[in-house]
T-cell receptor, first 113, second 114 residues
Framework: DAKTTQPTSMDCAEGRAANLPCNHS???????VYWYRQIHSQGPQYIIH???NNETNEMASLIITEDRKSSTLILPHATLRDTAVYYC??????????????FGSGTQLTVLP | ETGVTQSPTHLIKTRGQQVTLRCSSQ?????VSWYQQALGQGPQFIFQ???????GRGNFPPRFSGLQFPNYSSELNVNALELDDSALYLC?????????????FGPGTRLTVL
């Protein structure tokens, strides 16, 4: 899995958009970008994933640059409950066999009231 | 649909003892992975089970072992506990499907080794 680089921490005002960057300059063509988050004392929670097109679901939007070397997770209207560590993971999907997730240190997002 | 559950929530052991942690997969999932998360770090992959067989292993010694049962529940066993084994142990289940396998995590078991 390609190495990902994220800022250690970020703050965001409640109600504003939170934009979390991730660098994955060595990503290969068959590797997806996954985002998970971990709220304190809970297990990680899947947020979204994408290959090269921008993706949106009920939780967030994922913007992937055209060269796929970086991406941004966008929480459109951050709430206090979005305070968590956010992990960006580059990972190939293998058919017939699930593969492990390789977590880095992630970004601690703190949503401020 | 029930989510991933783990037991116990917390436990305390002493160095040299053995411990068994349990995980019930989300309904319909046939793959389970175990992760160790030390304080302040991201989860580290221990191993994965698919169809009751180990299907990949991280950089953990043989004293970490596991089982997956026909109902897809799973156990993580750790022998000869060391102080550094103190961590949050996470179980994640998924369903192997063509081209997509999101993992669903349980709340974890907090193990303290004294």
């Amino acid at each position: 899995d390609a190495k990902t680089t994220q800022p250690t921490s970020m703050d965001c005002a409640e109600g504003r958009a939170a934009n979390l960057p991730c660098n994955h300059s060595t990503i290969s063509g068959n590797e997806y970008v996954y985002w998970y988050r971990q709220i304190h004392s809970q297990g990680p929670q899947y947020i979204i994933h994408g290959l090269k097109n921008n993706e949106t679901n009920e939780m967030a939007s994922l913007i992937i640059t055209e060269d796929r070397k970086s991406s941004t997770l966008i929480l459109p209207h951050a709430t206090l409950r979005d305070t968590a560590v956010y992990y960006c993971i580059a990972r190939a999907i293998s058919s017939g066999s699930a593969r492990q997730l390789t977590f880095g240190s992630g970004t601690q997002l703190t949503v401020l009231p | 649909e029930t989510g991933v559950t783990q037991s116990p929530t917390h436990l305390i052991k002493t160095r040299g003892q053995q411990v068994t942690l349990r995980c019930s997969s989300q309904s319909g999932h046939n793959t389970v992975s175990w992760y160790q998360q030390a304080l302040g770090q991201g989860p580290q992959f221990i191993f994965q089970y698919y169809r009751e067989e180990e299907n990949g292993r991280g950089n953990f010694p043989p004293r970490f072992s596991g089982l997956q049962f026909p109902n897809y529940s799973s156990e993580l066993n750790v022998n000869a506990l060391e102080l550094d084994d103190s961590a949050l142990y996470l179980c994640a289940s998924s369903h192997v499907a063509q081209g997509y396998n999101e993992q669903f995590f349980g709340p974890g078991t907090r193990l303290t080794v004294l």
